[in-house]
Structures are given as C-alpha cells and as structure tokens.
C-alpha cells in the first residue's frame, strides 16, 4: 500500500434546485477512487450544503494513484425514485504526488454535468500520503514533474537533458460502443470522459517510467494528443524531452538574478571546452580561433524536406557532412572539429530518436539550425483490436519519425528540436504529421557526453541555466572582457549552415554571414522554434499564414487515401511558396515558430501554415518579388503587370518601414566583406528593376525560379495573387506572432489577456479552389481583424502565440479556433533595439552604468529633482564608455550613433525615473505574495473585495512583469458537453461560448485549488465541435493543458533591472570589426 | 456562406462599457451596431460592419449570460464562470440596477404586481423608452422589492448590501419600494410637476420619521411600512383646528413672528387657518389606507396650491413652516410635541414646493 488518499467534502454552493416543489436540494456526495465509493450524509432543504464530512480515506497503489482521478458525484437524494445526479468534479491527483508541486487540493470547484454545464461548486480538501517504494520492478513513476512548457522552466535549471520520450496508449471509443445505443447521452459522455482520464493517466506514468530508466527526473515540453478515430478507436498519444531537472532554491530573485547575469559567459566556454577538446592539448588561452572553427562546420538554412522525397539518398549524405566543411574554414581545426561533430553525434545518435519537442533553450545548447524537416503518411485506419497492443500505430509513427531523422541528417544535423506530431482524421483516413527543425546541439547537456563535461556539470552551478521571469541569456559584455572577441556570437552562430556547402541537400544561396562575416548563411531561414533570445534582430516581427483549401473528389477507403497522397505535396509545395512570397513582401527573411497544418474533409483539404517572420540579422537582406507574364507580348498586359509590381514594391517599401527594418547596408565594405559584390549589387538591381532580363538573372541567382518571381497566365490572377499576398495590414499599435516573444519589444506591462476564439464558416455552395482560398483566406483575416477590435483598450499590444487550428468538421463547414495571449507593452520606453548591432554594443555601454545611475537617484528618490540626466557622475561615465565603444565600432556615422545613444538614455532615464519613484511605493507593500496574488488584473485596484482568486492564464512559458516561484504539476483536463436544447440556450455560438468560459473557469478553479495563480504554456489541443440543428442537438469536447504556478509579482524596481538585462541580451558582437 | 458560429471568450471577460449601455437600453443588435457606427468606432479602430457586428453579438451573448447572475449581485463576486475584475463588476451592477427617472415616474407608487409589467408597452410608447429595458427596470424594482419586503433593519442598509449599489442608488430603491409599498398615487396631472427627485426626497424623510425603524432601529418592524401608532397619534392633532383659542393662538404667535420676514406676509396672515386646517386634516386621516395613498395629492390641493396661487416663494413656505411648527411648541394647551416634532413637517412640504416656484 504505497499510497493514502485521503478526500474531505467541505460544503457546496450555488446548486441548483433539484426539488421543483420546495425550490431546494437534498444534496449529497460520493467520493469515488479505482472501486471504492464513500458517500457524505444528506444535507436536506438547502441550496448551500455543509456537509463538513470526515476524511475519507482510500489506501491504493501509487500506480493507480497515477492513472485514476479522484471522482466526486454531487447527488440529490430522492425518497422514492432514483437519485439525481447533479454533477461530478474530476480530480487530478498527480500533482500531489510529486513533493516538488502542490501538497494539498482545496478549495471551490465547479460542479460539472455534461449535458447542464456548470451546475454550482462544490468545496473539497485532498491530500495524498505517499510511502516509500524502492521496488526496481515498480509500475509508477511518481515523482517524475512534467510541464507543457517547451523551454526549461524557470526557476529550474537543466542539469541534463536525456532526450526524447514518447509513449502512446489505445482503447476503444465508449462513444462507438454497442452499449451507447440504449445508455443516456450523459452515461456515454462520462464513461467517456473518465476513459481518457485513465488513459492520459496511464499514459503519462508509462512515460514517467521511461523517464526515470533513462535517468531523469522531469519532462518538458509535454505534449499530449487525442486522435478521435471514430470506430476505429481512441489513440491518447504524448511526446516530451526528459531532462534532469535542478530546482533553483533562491526564491529571491536578486540571488537567482545575478549569479545567471555574470555566469552564463564562462559557462558557455568552459565546459565546452571540456568537451571539445577531451584529448587536446588546449586550455584557455588559444582556443579562441580553433572554437570559432569548429562552430563553421555546421550552419542553418530553410529546408523543405517532403514525405515523398527519398530517404535513402539523404542518409547517404549522413558521412559526408560528418566530415565536410573543413574545406571552408579549413586548416588545423580539422580534424579537432571532426572529432567534436563524432562525438556529439555519436552521443545523439545512441539514442533512437534526437528529437527535441522544446522550442526555446538554454544558451549555448542550440548551435547551428539547419531548417524545417516534415513528415507526413496517409493511413487507413482500422479497428483496434487489442486494446493492450497498439503495435500498429506504434509503427506508423515509427516511419515517420525515421523519416524525419534521416530528413535532418541530410541537413548534416544530428537532432531535431521544436518537435511535434499531430493528426488529422476524416472518416477512415488519417495524415499523420511530424515536424522539426533540424539543428546541431552542443553536447554539454547530453548523458552520454564525455565523462570530463558531466563532472563539470555536477560541480559547476555555472553550466546550468537559470530561467527566471527574465529572459538572461548569453552575455556578451563579458566574452569580450575575456579576450574572446572573436568568439562566434550566439547572436549569429545559430544561422551558420550545418550543412556542407558542397552538398546542399536543396538549392539554396549561401553567403557569408552578416553578422559575423565568417560563415556561411543561408537567404533564407525557416524553422519551427521560438526565436532564440540572443538572436540578433532587425526590426520586429510579424504573423506570416499561407493559407490554402484544395477540392477533392468524394471518395470511399484506400481510394480516397490515394487522392489524399496524390494531392498532400502540391498542397505543401503552395503552401510553402505562399510563405515564402508573404514573408519576402514584409521584407523578412526568417520564420520561426512554423507550424503547418493540414486538415482533411470529405470534399477539401485545408493547409494553414502560421510563422512568425522576422530580419535577421546575420542573413541577406531579402530580394523582391517579381512579376512575370507567360505572355509578354500584350501591351496592355504588360502595363497591368507593370503595376502589379509597383504595387508589391509599394507593399514591400510600406511593410519595412512598419515593421523597422533597415539593416545597416554599409557594414561590409568596411568590415571588407570576402562576399563577391556583382551578387549583393543584382540583388538590388532585382528588387528594383522591371524589365524582362531580370527573369535570366533570377535564374541564374536562385537557380530555381520558385518563391520570387511570380508567373502569371492571365490577368485577372494578377488580382487574385495581389489580394492572397496582400493581408490586411495590423491596425495601429497592434503587432502579432506565434512565438512566445516579439523581437523588438521588452517592455510588456502586467496586463495580459488571454482569450480563445472559435468560428464555423458554412460555405453553401459549390465552389472553385480558388474561390475557396479566397474564402479560408479571408475568413482568417477577419477573424485577425475582429480580435484587433476586441483587443483595441490593450493597444499598445502584442498578440502573442497566436495559435490556429483549422478543422472541417463536417462538409461545407470549416472550423477556425485561435488561442493566444494579448499582452500590453510600454510604448514610451519601447527600446528600438536591434536596429544595428553597433547600437546594440552602445546600448551595451549604458547598461553597464545603470546600476550607478540607479543607485544615485535612489539616493535622489526623495529631492524634487530626479532627472538622471542631470547626475553628472552618471553621464560622464556613460560618455567614457561611449568614446571607448566608438574607437572600436566605427562603421556608421557617429553622429547617428550618437543621436541614438541619447534617445537611449533618455529612454533609459525615463525608465530610471519610474523605478526611483517607485521604490517608496513597493516598500509600503510589505509583503510580496499576497500583492501578486490580488493584484493581478488590469486595473491598480486592490481586489479584497472579491473572494474568488483571480488565475491567470496565457499560453506563453512566462508572465511578464512576475516570477514563477513554484509550477505545481501539469492541468490536463478533458470536458465534453452536450446539449438536446441548443436554441434555448442561445444557438451553436451561445452553446459554445458557455462551454469555453466553463472549461476556463474550471482549469481556473482547480489551480487555484492547487494554491496557485497562473496557468502557463496553457493551450486548448483539441476542440471538436459538431451540431445537429435540426435535431436541436450539439456536442463539444475539449481538451486543455497547461502548467499551473506560483507567480509573484517583481517589484517595480526589480523589473527596472530586468529590462537592463534583457538589454544586454541583445547586445551582440559590435565590437567584431576591430 | 455564412458564418455560423462566432465566440470569443477572454479568460478576463471583455466588456464594453458603451455596447452595454446599449443591451441595457434594449437596443437590437442591428440597432447597436448603428449606434456604434454613428459614434465612429469604426474609424478610431479600423474596423469593419463585420467586425462591428460580430463584436456586438458577442458582447449581447456575454451579457445575456451576466443576467442572471446580475439579478443576484452577491453571486457576482463569488462565481467561477466569468473573471470579472471588482471595479468592473461594480460598474455592471451598478449599470444594471439604473433607471430612468422618466420610466420611474409612471411606475412610482405602483402594485409592482404582473398586471402593471402588462402595461409596460403603454408606458415604452410614452416614454420612448423601449419594453425591453422597460421591463428590465420594472424588474429590478420588483426584485429589490421582493427581497427588501422581508428583512428587517434599515431599508438602505439592506438595499445597498444585498444589491451592493452605490449609497445614492441604494437611498433612490428605498424611495422606490417604500412607494411602492404604501402606494402612494403619484400620477395624477396635479403632481406631474414634481420629479422622481422630489419624491424620493419625501421618501427619505418618511423612511427617517414615520417608519417604525425611525424610532427604534432594533426594532422587528422594518422601514417599508408607516408607523401605525404614529398614524394614530395623529389624529391628536386635529385640536390644533377643532379649538378655536388654540387655532388662534397659534396664528398670532406665527403671525408675530413672520411679521416683516416675508413679501406675502398678508396673504399669510389671511390664510392660516385655511392652511392649518388642511395639513392638520390631512395628518389625522392618514390612519385610513386609502387617505395614505392620496398623501401627496392632498398636500398639493390643500397647501401647496392655494401658497402657489398666492404667489409665495419657496423661501416663504420654509419660513412660514418653520415657524407654524414652532409656534406650536409653545402652545399652553398643546400636549402632543413628541408627535409634532416627528411629522417633520417642514421638510416635507419645503421639498413639495421647491419645484413650482423654479
């Protein structure tokens, strides 16, 4: 008996009347664990029970403490008939059985029918003593933390990552079972509901095991899918990375602050070095140059890898890369490098799967990104017949993850990160897809890495990161006081092809980096993970969609799976040109986050592909689009191309400025660029011209004339090209992207707003693909435009992790659900950082003084003046500073410079200023805890009066302006909701808007049951939505994640600091030039 | 192609304060997004009609689902479905429980019972205000009634905690329900002049003086109804008019005491006892219900008019009431000063009159 559950029912509130003759409710409750029931006594006549009932204990295996929820029917008692039942709460036990997380469950929770919504809440204490078990043959993993999130979660660092973790239940659909016929719509939903609590419990200790074999303690990036096969079925599916976790045991945020600020530098040399040069002779002095080299071999690039295309070949490139690229950056670095590249991919390639479902990491962790590799396979599905063999679908996703790592390895990359998997069904057909960015990782953080690196690990606080509220990582200020300044920067390194140049597994234009002027770059980079923070920037992102609906013919079984096959690659090959034309009219030439969808009906399929665009820095600046007639011999056709183009170059003019992207364009004719002029000069040239030579001179540039000249066959598709490219600009003060940050903007305010949208578009008539496009399109833009509108009192803001799903529910319907996250910022202290690494390294320099600054006006805070400028001591130092930076840095004008310099410290006094004056202030609140948990809202208000705790939720790993302190376990929640009067309440928009704000307010209730006040990395996976009108009927499920925490708000002169310090993030390698 | 379902749920509910003001008022959707166009939401925003009209459903349906728990505003604060921060929620209820002053007028004094909710589209026609906020207001009157009727202690206190509204709107349902209660005609022509205002200011000095909880707050009895001891008592008063020394004694020491204070002085003296005669008779017949129900109109045909007619200012009724109060006190033979000093009389007729004379 490992385990004792113990459960005590408090009291219900706000039930409803079970009794019509009396207008009350005899209530009571039965506690239900595996096959023990307990039952409270009756409460007679009231609407308020008390039932204050004894702890009900049940002694179970921890197995099952795992995979069973804690089940609480709320029930009327009736003399003569049957019992009602009023509703049920599920409860999650999980949390409580990590002694990391939460320790106690109490507090209101929503009581749930699935055919009444919400039906009052119900007041509950559960708590779990746990035992002991050192048996080796176990079947638990308690113990094991997950969480959604898809970075190392703050207040956490990473002593180890072991790798990836996936596992994948099956069972058969109660919905679809013989019984469904004569139980209660209500019976089925909960057998259901409670099936896949099971599942995912089961599902969720089956990985815990497979984690503690492999020696970790935790997975991150948890993800968890739902395939809804229909008759065939109920797959409950999950991926993750397993790490070993270290908790950071400062809460204060100073100590766990600083250290990470002034570390990360030397912990990103010195254990590489360890590892790098295991048996060389090499310590600290020189390694510099041979570092740099090493680092060359590898390098980024877009890459486009189908499902059709060969995998064979591709491995076949596997030795090659393994040892190419020296020829590059050649000399003794060799064969030090070649021993590097054996050892890491030995140490990844011992493991099945390199995949890493993280999207952000640790610096230093990610090197080189190679691109995007995809997978997909059509598959027919069938009945499962074993319940306890999912052998089959086990395979499927076998071959497509071999796929995928013999995609990447022609990339020349041993691991693939920001990892997912996903389905879409319609019938008996089902697209499974995976998709990842391949990418060279340092080994410093594998198992198996050389012996020497994890003894370093194990004694070195250093080597790990912390990952508090504030995004530190990498600093460069301190490479450079170490002599290392020609390290490659993180700002750039990761944009280095990994790939040898002379094995391009696609074609694509390589040049020297910009950032660096050392290696190669790709034109153009895509990829499936968040922006890494230490990369430079220019300008800010956007939201970039391609979307795309294709009709099919009905078809039955194998038939349709062929049609399907047949059109999954013209689909993705529009799809990508789409992306690449959206992304080169924004003048970018980068897309991070990446996710494609493809989402299949019985008429259609849909292709949605979201990225965040953004300038690199490191990368060419891009070309622009072309346009170009098949037949040039009209005139009047001409003209009309002619201002087509105008207006793609007006477009691409209108969305720099927008989006701030000037790159610095004089840079390498001082650093003396070794790239051939004529290529930069037609690129130009390009941009610009009109003329019809311009299409042999794209030819010659690009090779393949795919994504920048647009052919057109007749006039009227000038049009539709013009209006699929051209999306409707964001309003003012509006910016968007999938990702977790925005480059560009630092500054966000406390106010978050989190929402989820949902839109069923019937289409009623016939229509062309093209005219279907036109539909999809549009119907997304418009959803775009009307959450602008809602979010307008936010403004100035950022929507953030904007996530689609597209569905297509039934024929003629498509499906649209968003969630994401609004987030305020700070336009007056809006850093315009990024513009040029120059002003980065200047940036740099007075950050450096803010801390005497700070430190002045607090001594100032009382006196009427608080004026930094008028510090004396603070200014000269910073102009110290900036005469020694500008001896080093002298590729712009300095008097650019200069203007910029003093509207940044402006900037920076400004937000001085508020953090002196606010220091008075956070020093009346005596204590932060109870601050942050009440003040969380908008508004200043103190909110004693309300006695629900206010929950945050966002589907972003942080929460600006706080620190996470504790995660207490992961919300994985499963609701369907089903209704036989849908117009009475309100129609399909009104039934599914009451459900949403219930499946909220239950993932609200029962995190602030675990004692917490935020859901992070929170996400809605599945939301399956189908209607009957005619019969008044509608059903819904819905399926959340996320992790709930303890978040504590920073003081405001602590988040003065932060900003400092995500300042010096993104300084960079000004200083290279010298 | 249409588009079939369309919500947007924020984990902090979204309000509008403008749009709600529109559900409020009872205006359609389509009728909303009017108003909102003509406001130039649209061009503030960049928006579309779409836009606009998607954001307007979505708002109604939002509300819609608020309703119920508006209708008990201590739910508000204590509910799960909808994250609604304080201020805000103080702003919905305190929005939902507003009326208007014109609709409160033909309703005021009213049984708040089924048959006048029936009349309610008379009442939308001649106010212009439309039924469906109509009936919302007449509904918020017969909740608040419904609750207040049973609870004892001060009738504000009550409304202000149970509703949680702001102290003013809280004093303007006690008006309400205290007429309603007691019935107070309220619409005939004669008192059309006065405004909801002028009653709810009678209302308070009644709620202060006449109740039961004006004596005693601990007492059982609560706010709503009149304190019949006191009604009867009342009649006592009638010596003030059946004897004559009394009658005329009074009038000298009121008489003296005006003299010279006021323009109107010999219409006073002239008409004393005509005056005197008509509150005293109307104090004493307060006792029946249905001469309670008549209160103010025979406060407007007994003394407000005849002082009307003669032209006196409200300055003049306060000080000839004031006096005529006074006057009273130091009568010999006048043994009811404890009744006397609760009729309050001069700050009820002094808010009677403020209006003619504006």
């Keep these: 008996m490992p385990g004792k559950l113990k459960a005590k029912i408090v009291a219900g509130r706000h039930l409803p009347i079970m009794d019509r003759a009396s207008d009350l409710t005899d209530a009571f409750v039965e506690v239900k664990f595996g096959n023990t029931t307990f039952k409270t006594d009756v409460y007679p006549k009231s609407l308020n029970p008390q039932w204050n009932s004894e702890w009900f204990k049940f002694e179970v295996d921890d197995e099952d403490l795992q995979d069973e929820p804690l089940q609480i029917t709320v029930l009327d008692h009736d003399t003569y008939s049957a019992n009602d039942a009023i509703g049920k709460v599920y409860i999650d036990i999980d949390p409580l059985l990590c002694s990391e997380a939460a320790t106690v469950i109490s507090g209101w929770l929503p009581i749930y029918d699935t055919i009444h919504g919400i039906r009052g809440e119900i007041n509950v204490l559960v708590k779990v003593d746990l035992f002991n078990d050192l048996n080796r043959f176990r079947q638990s993993s308690c113990g094991v933390k997950f969480f959604c999130t898809t970075s190392i979660p703050r207040c956490y660092r990473a002593v180890m990552v072991h790798g990836f ?197 640790p610096p230093g962790f990610l090197l080189h990104v190679g691109g995007v590799v995809s997978a997909r396979s059509v598959k027919l599905l069938d009945r499962i017949h074993n319940p306890d063999e999912p052998e089959t679908r086990d395979a499927w996703w076998e071959e497509i993850r071999q796929e995928i790592k013999s995609h990447a390895k022609a990339l020349g990359c041993q691991a693939v990160v920001g990892y997912s998997e996903s389905t879409s069904i319609c019938e008996e057909v089902c697209i499974l897809s995976a998709s990842g960015t391949a990418a060279i990782l340092s080994s410093r953080f594998m198992q198996d890495g050389p ?29 450079a006081s170490l002599g290392f300044e020609e390290v490659v920067s993180p700002g750039c390194g990761f944009c280095h092809i990994p790939y040898d140049e002379l094995n391009i597994p696609f074609p694509a234009q390589l040049t020297y980096c910009y950032c660096c002027r050392r290696y190669k770059v790709p034109d153009v980079l895509f990829t499936t993970i968040d922006l890494p923070t230490e990369a430079n920037v220019t300008g800010k992102g956007c939201l970039i969609q391609a979307r795309l609906c294709r009709t099919k013919k009905k078809a039955q079984g194998e038939g349709n799976a062929t049609v399907i096959s047949n059109l999954l690659p013209f689909l993705e090959y529009e799809l990508h040109t789409q992306l690449m034309n959206k992304l080169k009219l924004r003048g970018m030439n980068a897309l991070f986050g990446l996710r494609i969808q493809i989402s299949i009906g019985e008429t259609m399929l849909l292709g949605l592909a979201s990225a965040t665009g953004v300038y690199l820095t490191a990368l060419p600046s891009p070309g622009g689009i072309q346009i170009a007639g098949k037949t040039p011999s009209d005139i009047t056709y001409e003209q009309h191309i002619s201002n087509m183009q105008k207006k793609i170059n007006d477009t691409i003019a209108k969305n720099k400025e927008l989006y701030e992207i000037n790159p610095p364009e004089v840079v390498e004719e001082i650093i003396g660029s070794p790239i051939p002029e004529p290529r930069q000069r037609s690129r130009l040239f390009r941009s610009q011209s009109e003329s019809s030579d311009e299409v042999s001179e794209l030819d010659l540039s690009h090779g393949k004339k795919d994504a920048f000249v647009l052919e057109i066959d007749d006039t009227d598709a000038v049009e539709d090209i013009h209006a699929l490219l051209t999306d409707f600009p964001t309003p003012a003060g509006f910016y968007s ?119 002045n006006l607090e001594l100032n805070a009382e006196t009427p003046s608080p004026n930094p400028l008028s510090s004396p001591k603070g200014l000269s130092e910073v102009g110290s500073h900036l005469s020694a930076r500008a001896l080093s840095v002298d ?184 | 192609m249409s588009v079939e379902l369309d919500v947007f749920v924020g984990n902090t509910t979204i309000m509008d304060k403008e749009v709600y003001q529109l559900w409020l008022n009872g205006y359609t959707v389509n009728d909303a997004v009017k108003v909102r166009i003509e406001g130039g939401v649209m061009e503030e925003c960049e928006a579309s009609a779409e836009v606009l009209l998607s ?23 204590n509910q799960l479905l909808f994250q609604i921060p304080p201020d805000r929620q103080a702003m919905l209820i305190e929005r939902y429980y507003a009326f208007d002053d014109s609709f409160v007028r033909e309703v005021l004094g009213k049984k708040l019972s089924k048959g006048t909710k029936k009349d309610l589209d008379d009442v939308s026609l001649k106010t212009g205000i439309t039924l469906k906020s109509c009936r919302r207001q007449f509904d918020n009157f017969k909740r608040v009634f419904k609750v207040v009727e049973e609870l004892k202690g001060p009738l504000v206190e009550n409304i202000r905690q149970h509703f949680l509204l702001p102290d003013q709107l809280a004093r303007d349902y006690a008006a309400i329900v205290f007429f309603a209660n007691n019935r107070f005609e309220t619409g005939k022509k004669k008192l059309l002049y006065l405004t909801f205002q002028d009653f709810a200011f009678c209302a308070g000095q009644l709620i202060n003086n006449w109740t039961v909880g004006a004596v005693d707050n601990m007492m059982e009895d609560m706010d709503v109804d009149l304190d019949k001891e006191f009604l009867q008592d009342l009649k006592d008063l009638k010596i003030l008019i059946t004897d004559k020394d009394l009658l005329d004694q009074h009038k000298s020491l009121v008489c003296t005491a005006l003299r010279g204070k006021t323009n109107v002085f010999n219409e006073m003296e002239a008409n004393f006892k005509n005056l005197s005669r008509g509150l005293v008779n109307i104090a004493a017949k307060l006792i029946n219900a249905k001469d309670v129900r008549d209160f103010f109109i025979d406060l407007v045909e007994k003394f407000i008019e005849p002082c009307r007619s003669d032209k006196w200012t409200s300055i003049d009724v306060n000080l000839y009431l004031t006096h005529y109060t006074n006057s009273a006190h130091i009568l010999d033979t006048f043994k009811y000063y404890a009744v006397w000093t609760r009729t309050h009389l001069h700050a009820v007729v002094h808010l009677m009159n403020i209006r003619p004379d504006v």
């Design chain 1, 165 to 361: 973790v996936e596992e994948l239940v099956v069972n058969e659909d109660p919905e679809y079972q013989w019984i469904d016929r004569i139980r209660t719509p209500r019976a089925s939903n909960e057998a259901r509901q409670r099936l896949i609590f099971l599942m995912s419990g089961e599902l969720q200790r089956k990985i815990g095991l497979k984690v503690l074999e492999m020696g970790g303690n935790a997975v991150v990036g948890y993800l968890q899918c739902f395939d809804l096969e229909g008759e065939s079925g109920l797959v409950v599916r999950a991926i993750g990375t397993a790490c070993t976790l270290e908790k950071i045991s400062s809460t204060l945020p100073a100590t766990a602050t600083h250290p990470s600020n002034s570390s990360p530098s030397k912990d990103m040399k010195e254990p590489g070095f360890g590892e790098e040069a295991p048996g060389v002779p090499l310590s600290s002095g020189p390694p510099t140059p041979l570092r740099a080299q090493t680092f060359s071999s590898f390098s980024p690039s877009k890459s486009y890898s189908r499902q059709s295309s060969s995998s064979d070949t591709e491995l076949s490139l596997t030795p090659k890369t393994g040892m190419g690229s020296g020829g590059s950056a050649g000399k003794e670095a060799g064969p030090l490098k070649a021993l590097l590249r054996q050892q890491t991919q030995s140490a990844l390639e011992q493991r099945e799967y390199p995949f890493f479902p993280l999207t952000a990491f």
């Design chain 1, 451 to 479: 012996l020497d690196t994890e003894h370093r690990l194990s004694r070195q606080p250093l080597c790990v990161f912390s990952t508090g509220s504030e995004r530190v990582e990498g600093d460069m200020g301190s490479s």
């Design chain 1, 737 to 855: 992207c999938n990702t977790e940050i925005m480059p560009g903007i630092q500054n966000w305010t406390s106010a978050i707003q989190m929402f989820t949208s949902v839109r069923v578009f019937r289409l009623n008539a016939s229509l062309t693909s093209q005219g279907l496009n036109k539909i999809f399109s549009d119907l997304c833009e418009n959803l775009l435009k009307s959450l602008y509108f809602k979010l307008r009192s936010m403004v100035p803001c950022c929507l953030c992790h904007l996530n689609f799903t597209v569905a297509i529910p039934e024929d003629e319907l498509i499906q649209v659900a968003v969630t994401a996250v609004a987030m305020s910022f700070d336009k007056e202290q809006l850093l315009e950082n990024g513009k040029q690494s120059g002003e980065k390294t200047l940036i740099k320099a007075i950050t450096e003084n803010d801390e005497q600054l700070q430190f």
């Design chain 1, 891 to 1074: 590729y712009s004008s300095f008097a650019d410079r200069c203007s910029s310099w003093i509207e940044q410290l402006k900037l920076k006094a400004h937000t001085i200023r508020r953090g002196s004056v606010k220091t008075t202030s956070s020093m009346e609140k005596a204590s932060p805890l109870p601050e942050g948990r009440s003040r969380s809202l908008r508004s200043n208000r103190s909110y004693s009066g309300s006695s629900v705790a206010v929950v945050k939720m966002t589907p972003l790993s942080f929460i600006p302006g706080a620190k996470i302190i504790k995660y207490l376990g992961i919300i994985n929640m499963f609701f369907i909701r089903e209704t036989t009067s849908l117009r009475e309440e309100g129609g399909v928009s009104g039934f599914l808007h009451t459900f949403i704000a219930e499946v909220f307010a239950m993932v609200r209730a029962h995190v602030a049951a675990l004692g917490g006040n935020a859901v992070v990395s929170y996400s809605m996976k599945e939301c399956v939505f189908m209607e009957n009108p005619n019969k008044n009927q509608a059903q819904c499920l819905i399926n959340v994640s996320g992790d709930a925490v303890i978040f504590v708000r920073e003081s405001e002169l602590e988040s003065t600091s932060v900003q400092t310090q995500s300042a010096t993030t993104h300084t960079s390698n000004g200083a290279e030039g010298t």
């Design chain 2, 55 to 77: 954001d307007t459903m979505d708002q109604y349906r939002t509300f819609q689902m608020c309703e119920r728990l508006l209708h008990h505003p201590a739910k508000l604060a």
